[in-house]
């Protein structure tokens, strides 16, 4: 879980698929279930950016 808490500091916009591809360079084989109910219990959620579903036109 530290190490889980390192690479999210690190890289705040990865979340449970590319964590484990971070952890498997490290050495630490996980799977990807294991690493999100790691990350929901730490209370880690990635950032990504909201849709923009209305865009103002041209009048």
């Known amino acids: 879980m530290a190490r ?3 690479l999210y ?6 979340g449970s698929r590319r964590m484990v591809d971070y952890l ?6 996980i799977s990807r279930d294991r690493v999100r ?7 880690l959620r990635t950032i990504y950016q909201k ?3 209305t865009v103002p036109g041209h009048p």
């Open 9 to 14: 500091l690190k890289y705040p916009c990865s």
């Open 37 to 43: 109910n790691l990350m929901q219990r730490m209370g």
């Open 51 to 53: 849709p923009r579903t």
């Open 4 to 6: 889980i808490d390192v």
């Open 24 to 29: 498997a360079i490290d050495g630490i084989p």
